[in-house]
C-alpha cells in the first residue's frame, strides 16, 4: 500500500522565494495534516483538513503560510516570501478517521539561505 | 489544555533488555487517545501504538506495549527485547477530543548498546 507521499523531499531556495510543499494522502483518508518540526519548538501542527476542507489553521504561523486541500488525494502548502527562519522539517499526514493513527509522509527538509 | 511531557531526553539500554519511555499528560477531556511514535535518524516518523483513554487493557503491538495508568496520567512505552534498530527519537502525543489534533512530547532520544 501506497503511503503519504510528499515531495520535494529537499528544498533549498533564497529568502523570499515562494516555496511549494506537496502531499499526497493515503487512498481513502478523510484527514489530512500539515506539521513543522524544529530543534526549538518541536513537532507543531500548522493545519488540517477534513474532507478537503481546512478545520484549525490556528498553528499557521503567519499570513505568508497558505495550504490548500483542491481534491481528496492532493494538498499543497505554500510560503510566500519565504525567511530564514522557515528552514525546518515540514510533515503531512492523513488519517481514515478523526480519532485513528496519524501516518506521516517522509517530511521535505526546507532550507532558507 | 492539552499538555505532554516525556522527561527523559535520553535513555541507554543494552541490547536485548527491555527498556520503559515514560509519558505523562495532563488534559481535562474525559475522552482521548494517546499516541506513540519512533523518528529513526532518517527522519520519517513511524506510528507504533495507540490508547483510547476507554480502552481497559495496555495496548500492545508486538514488542511495544503500552503501560497506561489513566489514575497517574501516564501512558509509558516498553520495548522489549532491544535492538539495534530501535536506537531512535521516540515521541509521545496526545489526540484532543475535538478535532484531530495532535499535541507531541518533546521526543526521547533511545541509543541501545550492542
Known amino acids: 500500500d501506497a503511503g503519504v507521499i510528499q515531495s520535494p523531499r529537499h528544498e533549498v531556495t533564497e529568502m523570499g522565494q515562494e516555496v511549494t510543499l506537496r502531499c499526497k494522502p493515503i487512498?481513502?483518508?478523510?484527514?489530512l495534516f500539515w506539521y513543522r518540526q524544529t530543534m526549538m519548538r518541536g513537532l507543531e501542527l500548522l493545519i488540517y483538513f477534513n474532507n478537503n476542507v481546512p478545520i484549525d489553521d490556528s498553528g499557521m504561523p503567519e499570513d505568508r503560510f497558505s495550504a490548500k486541500m483542491p481534491n481528496a488525494s492532493f494538498s499543497t502548502l505554500k510560503i510566500q516570501p519565504s525567511e530564514p527562519r522557515d528552514s525546518a522539517v515540514y510533515f503531512c499526514a492523513s488519517s481514515f478517521r478523526e480519532h485513528q493513527p496519524q501516518h506521516f509522509g517522509d517530511g521535505t527538509r526546507l532550507s532558507i539561505l | 489544555a492539552q499538555k505532554i511531557t516525556q522527561t527523559q531526553p535520553g535513555m541507554f539500554v543494552q541490547e536485548k533488555e527491555a527498556v520503559t519511555l515514560d509519558c505523562t499528560y495532563d488534559?481535562?477531556?474525559?475522552?482521548?487517545?494517546l499516541f506513540w511514535y519512533k523518528q529513526p535518524s532518517s527522519g520519517e516518523m513511524i506510528f507504533l501504538i495507540y490508547?483510547?483513554?476507554?480502552?481497559?487493557q495496555n495496548a500492545t503491538e508486538g514488542r511495544y506495549s503500552l503501560n497506561f495508568q489513566k489514575a497517574r496520567k501516564s501512558a509509558n512505552l516498553v520495548i522489549s527485547a532491544s535492538q539495534l534498530g530501535d536506537s531512535a527519537m521516540y515521541f509521545c502525543?496526545?489526540?484532543?477530543?475535538?478535532?484531530?489534533?495532535?499535541?507531541f512530547g518533546q521526543g526521547t532520544e533511545l541509543s541501545v548498546k550492542p
Open positions: 487512498s481513502g483518508h478523510d484527514y
Open positions: 502525543a496526545i489526540l484532543y477530543n475535538q478535532g484531530g489534533k495532535l499535541i
Open positions: 488534559t481535562s477531556d474525559q475522552s482521548y487517545g
Open positions: 490508547q483510547g483513554s476507554y480502552d481497559e
